[in-house]
Structure formats: structure tokens, C-alpha cells
């Protein structure tokens, strides 16, 4: 299973930490991702991390502005977010995939999601 937190109410140009933790299933071997999805609005890709973290991938909307990375022996993956705007509030989910993806049908698993607010 997989456990995504970190999430709250934030000022526009604040910052946040989301943090993914697996239970019962290691990471390492997996590409972990990062989607959003707001009100009234499809599921859409974030970010995404290969298994060893060096090679990483960004939404244009979030490239600058938003880091993933992975700390494999915590099991855990996380999404930095800085200069957070109101645009990117959503309920953030994690997932992971055989391989780096971007697409939301490319994953396996998901977690359940953590709302992020960011007020203006």
C-alpha cells in the first residue's frame, strides 16, 4: 500500500512537502510518480522519478517549481513544492510503475491521495 501525506492549507508562493510511504511492497524496484487531480478535472501527471532517481520528469506547468525525489531505504518518495499558486490545488496522489511513466493508466498502484489548498 501506498501512503501519501504531507499535504494542508497554504498561502500562494508557500511550500509544501508530500511524502509517499509503501507498506508490504518495496519501492526501489519501481518508478514513482506524483498526480493531481482538481475539482471537475481529469486526473494529470505531476512528476515522476526512476527507480534509482536519476532520471526525473516534470508537468511543464510544475518544472522549476516542484522536485521529486526518492529515498529508497525509507521506502519513501516525496514532491517538494515551492512557490506553490492557487492552480495547484488538488488532491495530490502517489503511484508507482514498472519503469518511468507519465501516464495515469501506465501505473499499478496508487495511493489515496492528500489534498493540497493553496490560498491566493
Known amino acids: 500500500q501506498l501512503q501519501a501525506s504531507g499535504g494542508g492549507l497554504v498561502q500562494a508562493g508557500g511550500s509544501l512537502r508530500l511524502s509517499c510511504a509503501a507498506s508490504g511492497r518495496t519501492l526501489s524496484s519501481y518508478g514513482m510518480g506524483w498526480f493531481r487531480q482538481a475539482p471537475g478535472k481529469e486526473r494529470e501527471f505531476v512528476a515522476a522519478?526512476?527507480?534509482?532517481?536519476?532520471?526525473?520528469y516534470y508537468a511543464d506547468s510544475v518544472k522549476g517549481r516542484f522536485t521529486i525525489s526518492r529515498h529508497n531505504a525509507k521506502n519513501t518518495v516525496y514532491l517538494q513544492m515551492n512557490s506553490l499558486k492557487p492552480e495547484d490545488t488538488a488532491v495530490y496522489y502517489c503511484?508507482?510503475?514498472?519503469?518511468?511513466?507519465?501516464?495515469?493508466?501506465?501505473?499499478?498502484?496508487w495511493g489515496q491521495g492528500t489534498q493540497v489548498t493553496v490560498s491566493s
Open positions: 522519478t526512476s527507480w534509482s532517481g536519476g532520471i526525473t
Open positions: 503511484a508507482a510503475a514498472r519503469g518511468i511513466r507519465v501516464g495515469v493508466r501506465e501505473y499499478d498502484y
